[in-house]
């Protein structure tokens, strides 16, 4: 089972289980579920192979192994210090701890940081206070009211108390979810008028001065090494959240390995990283754990990269945990971002036969589901997930799918504005909500939505692909440049991204650039690619193999470029490489098939070319047309033929023809 011995395996569920609980202790709920989850996906230690030399046909190989025991995973800290703290503060921490499942924040801080609350409202001067002595305007102008000293309180004391690191975190920790409530209740209504997105946590700069304290008494006293890096994961999601990127990733990588286990760490982590570079950046400096496989994956995933090296090593993780619903979600995600929705909704699929009530990643699936126009499923899926949870912003988004399927685009976005309404940094709302916008012509409020997403996820190209796609409709055709560029850069391999920048970079006059992004997006969308078309760097239309198929919607577009920078045999080459597309890729051992019978069979090369189509017919008729002046009647007058019988540009073709006869008479 994946080499790992009986023992390792032990080893590795106990180290997950003892994460597992300490997330739970200090009220980590999700990272605590998916440490359990994990844990649960790993098969009985009999499965796997022991690493004694016991005969196989012993019968001490059927003996069951201990499994991970109470002590070994509610375990003590081995610093004495911290012993001796949290068995002092058990009874407050419990107290604490309920205060906090009970979602009362603020108590369940106050418990270990007593704080006065009535300081800052009487700290702040009243209209009516009698402790203001206002003193005669001068001129106009009213001078600063003089406050009585009796009468301001004064703070209280920012000297902490002798906490252990599990109860000031958990304190902390409350503090900064009490601030996410009151911003989340201080904001406006999605996408109102006074909503900005800028309201601010504003207990954070507090808890960075309170952790910037505590670090500094701990290097003060030589403390640093008994560190557990939960604190240091703390202070990481407040400078991010301050956007200190480079301070906040210095403190996540310091919180990974001094606890490779706490997977919040991770995923902090993993949102800081923008680029592949990055990412390869970031390797030598994380520790050598199992953990640190699963978040290549996870990484990688959110970076939209689907090389093979990825799902080998995804196989081999689903050999250590064959039942891993997380696995399995990266794998129908990475189906999903390379546009192989069938087996993303495959996977998906199963994941739901195994856990019917399990949500989570399944908007992603409606996703699917909704390219692929499978309404019946979709329909399912949303019965399904209302029934599980209908206050789960997947299940909104899930249901926002279907209506937006039915081209119900109001109720569509009412669904994704209430998942926002439980969840502002959802990130799949924001931009499903883009896209209704744009359906119903509101392109404002579509470029609002999709601003709000690159704010949550940076790496979401949908988003900067709406951007550009909202200012292209606003005719703001420098704008879309700047956003379709971003989409290419994070979507290098998605011929879609760079055919959208090759029409930008045509509607403002800049044709070589556009011929530069159409070859891009024509190489992404090759179905097969030659190497000596691999290798090339696309410096004439001769540089593609007649054995590779070409999009003609792509090929066309870079003709007309080479016309307009006056390159007409290499827009004539372009055009001849359209029409070869209509049969498509040469086979040298199939026997010769003329334009009769491709126009029965609607399209040669074994079925897999176009047949005649609207844009391979004005590459026939540009070419009868340069064959025209060219003198090359023969020439034009075969292809001017032809276009009578496609069906396309008739009226045209009948004129071409009509001259190319009067021009033989008159030349016989």
């Known amino acids: 089972m994946a080499n790992l011995t009986r023992e390792q395996a032990t080893s590795l569920r106990e180290n997950i289980l003892r994460a597992s609980v300490q997330s739970s202790e200090r009220c980590l709920y999700q990272s605590a579920k998916w440490l359990a989850e994990l844990a649960s996906s790993l098969p009985p230690p009999a499965d796997f192979a022991s690493s004694d030399d016991t005969d196989s046909d012993s019968p001490m190989r059927d003996i069951q192994q201990p499994m991970p025991g109470l002590q070994s995973v509610f375990s003590t800290p081995d610093d004495p210090d911290e012993s001796r703290l949290e068995a002092q503060e058990l009874g407050n921490y419990l107290l604490a701890k309920s205060y906090f499942d009970c979602r009362e924040f603020d108590r369940c801080s106050a418990v270990f940081l007593p704080s006065n609350p009535t300081f800052n409202v009487l700290s702040s001067p009243s209209p009516e206070s009698p402790t203001q002595t206002p003193t005669k305007a001068a001129k106009g102008k009213a001078k600063t009211p003089v406050e009585s000293p009796a009468a301001v309180p004064k703070p209280p004391s920012d000297r902490m108390p002798p906490l252990s690191q599990k109860s000031l975190f958990l304190a902390l920790y409350a503090k900064y979810i009490a601030g996410e409530k009151r911003k989340d209740e201080d904001s406006e209504m999605i996408l109102g008028p006074m909503d900005n997105g800028a309201v601010?946590?504003?207990?954070?700069?507090?808890?960075?001065?309170?952790?910037?304290?505590?670090?500094?008494?701990?290097?003060?006293?030589?403390?640093?090494?008994?560190?557990?890096?939960?604190?240091?994961?703390?202070?990481?999601?407040?400078?991010?959240?301050?956007?200190s990127d480079a301070a906040a990733k210095q403190y996540l990588l310091k919180a990974i390995n001094v606890n490779p286990w706490n997977w919040g760490a991770w995923l902090e982590l993993k949102d800081l990283l923008n680029s592949l570079e990055a990412l390869r950046a970031t390797y030598p400096l994380l520790p050598h754990n199992i953990l640190t496989l699963l978040f290549n994956i996870d990484a990688s995933q959110s970076l939209y990269l689907t090389s093979p090296e990825i799902h080998s090593s995804l196989t081999e993780l689903l050999r250590i945990f064959p039942t891993s619903?997380?696995?399995?979600?990266?794998?129908?995600?990475?189906?999903?971002?390379?546009?192989?929705?069938?087996?993303?909704?495959?996977?998906?699929?199963?994941?739901?036969?195994?856990?019917?009530?399990?949500?989570?990643?399944?908007?992603?699936?409606?996703?699917?589901?909704?390219?692929?126009?499978?309404?019946?499923?979709?329909?399912f899926l949303a019965q399904l997930a209302t029934a599980t949870d209908k206050f789960r912003p997947e299940t909104c988004c899930i249901v926002g799918n279907y209506y937006s399927l039915k081209s119900e685009h109001e109720k569509a976005v009412m669904y994704f504005r209430r998942a926002l309404t439980l969840d502002r940094a959802f990130l799949s709302a924001w931009t499903l909500m883009g896209h209704e916008y744009v359906e119903v012509k509101n392109t404002h409020a579509a470029i609002e939505a999709y601003r709000r997403a690159v704010d949550v996820n940076r790496k979401d190209y949908r988003a900067w692909y709406g951007l550009g796609q909202a200012y292209e409709v606003l005719e703001m055709h420098h704008y879309a440049l700047f956003y379709f560029q971003r989409a290419a850069a994070l979507r290098p391999y998605d011929r879609q991204m760079w055919q959208a920048l090759g029409a930008c970079y045509e509607k403002i006059d800049r044709p070589a650039q556009a011929v530069k992004a159409y070859k891009r997006a024509l190489t992404a969308g090759m179905a097969y690619i030659e190497p000596a078309a691999s290798s090339s760097s696309f410096g004439s239309a001769n540089s593609f193999e007649r054995t590779v198929f070409l999009d003609p919607e792509l090929l066309y577009p870079i003709a007309l470029m080479y016309e307009r920078l006056g390159d007409t045999a290499e827009t004539a080459s372009y055009m001849e490489l359209v029409l070869a597309q209509e049969e498509g890729p040469a086979d040298p051992d199939a026997p010769p098939q003329d334009h009769e019978d491709h126009e029965d069979e609607g399209g040669g090369g074994g079925g897999q070319g176009t047949g005649v189509t609207l844009t391979t017919s004005k590459a026939r008729l540009w070419l009868a047309r340069w064959a025209h002046g060219r003198g090359e009647v023969a020439r034009a007058m075969e292809l001017a033929n032809e276009l009578c019988e496609d069906g396309y540009e008739v009226e045209e073709a009948k004129a071409l023809v009509r001259d190319l006869r009067a021009r033989i008479e008159a030349g016989g």
Do not use: C
């Not at 403390?223 to 604190?231: H, R």
């Not at 990475?334 to 996977?347: G, M, N, T, V």
């Open 200 to 243: 601010a946590n504003k207990e954070l700069v507090g808890i960075g001065r309170m952790l910037e304290a505590w670090f500094d008494a701990r290097r003060a006293e030589g403390k640093e090494a008994q560190n557990q890096g939960w604190l240091e994961y703390l202070y990481g999601i407040v400078l991010a959240k301050g956007n």
């Open 325 to 379: 619903a997380f696995l399995l979600t990266q794998r129908a995600l990475l189906h999903y971002h390379a546009k192989s929705y069938d087996e993303a909704s495959a996977i998906f699929s199963l994941l739901i036969q195994r856990d019917p009530h399990r949500l989570d990643a399944l908007d992603h699936y409606s996703n699917v589901l909704y390219v692929m126009s499978n309404r019946p499923r979709l329909a």
